[in-house]
């Protein structure tokens, strides 16, 4: 359809949240839904819309009276009171506590199970590994990568992530990635030479060690405790969207940018 020859039939058939968007002070939440549902040929009732949004017991209250957790619900049941084919959601869970951040992703989960399109804009990794089906990474305005979260992640090649604490050593020790196995002396250890090691990193007293292979935690824990190294708190952690964005950019994720679409 053309955006501007087919304008009305485009909004009944999509949704919006902004992330900045307001309403009357005096509005209340009763209000404010049946005008939005107004707008539309068909709408959703939206009494159980609320209640899945934790406003249930909101209805009668003014918009000024609602936080801004409260205030950014109610902004996504109107997004979706007219049952959209693709809504847009910006900065979804912005501002949200825990509780109702899962809340909201349950709700995508169900809208998307609908059949609604959900397009997200979020710069929260955990949220597009979370919900997205496909990802898109912009940078500067720039889509740079475009995939599902796990081919994205799988391409990076990073495999497994070993991070633990040392203690009683003063050493820094970064592997030459340029031929890891040759030079990699790690507190009397040479863990770069384990096989399946790509690199060895250290910011202060936390060493990351990346690589694969089944066997390369036993093995990277038996060298710390044969050249007799002092750790704790080791864990071993996947690569994750986080890294892909990294990787790609080159700089973390800046919180006033938006860098993720679904």
């Known amino acids: 359809m053309d955006p501007r020859r087919d304008v009305y039939e485009l909004r009944e058939r999509t949704g ?20 939005f549902s107004s707008f539309y040929q068909t709408s959703r009732d939206w009494r159980p819309l609320l209640e899945g ?19 950014q619900r109610l902004f996504v049941a109107l997004a979706l009171v007219n049952r959209p084919e693709i809504v847009f959601l910006d900065e979804l ?16 989960r169900e809208i998307r199970a609908e059949g609604t399109t959900v397009f997200l804009t979020t710069h929260f ?8 089906d496909r990802i898109a990474i912009l940078d500067y305005g720039r889509i740079i990568a475009m995939d599902t979260p796990e081919r994205l992640v799988k ?3 990073m495999g497994t992530r070993i991070v633990f604490q040392v203690n009683g050593h003063g050493r820094t020790a970064i592997s ?12 009397g250890t040479k863990i770069g030479v384990i096989d399946g090691v790509q690199r060895v990193e250290q910011s202060g007293d936390v060493v990351m060690v990346y690589g694969d292979g089944s066997n390369l935690v036993s093995e990277v824990v038996n060298s710390l405790e044969t050249s007799g190294v002092r750790f704790q708190n080791l864990r071993t952690e996947q690569a994750d969207l986080e890294d ?7 700089r973390e994720v800046e919180k006033t940018e938006s860098p993720l679409l679904n």
């Open 93 to 108: 869970t912005t501002g949200l506590d825990p509780r109702a951040r899962h809340g909201i992703w349950d709700l995508m």
């Open 176 to 187: 030459d990635r340029g031929n890891i196995a040759a030079e990699t002396h790690f507190y």
């Open 244 to 250: 892909v964005f990294l990787a790609l950019t080159g």
């Open 16 to 35: 919006i949240q902004l992330q900045s968007a307001n309403l009357p002070r005096r509005m209340r939440v009763q209000e404010a839904m049946d005008i």
């Open 155 to 157: 391409q990076l090649g």
């Open 53 to 71: 949004l934790g406003l249930g017991d909101k209805h009668r209250a003014y918009f000024s009276q609602l936080s801004g957790g409260q205030q």
């Open 125 to 132: 990794m955990d949220e597009a590994e979370q919900l997205c």
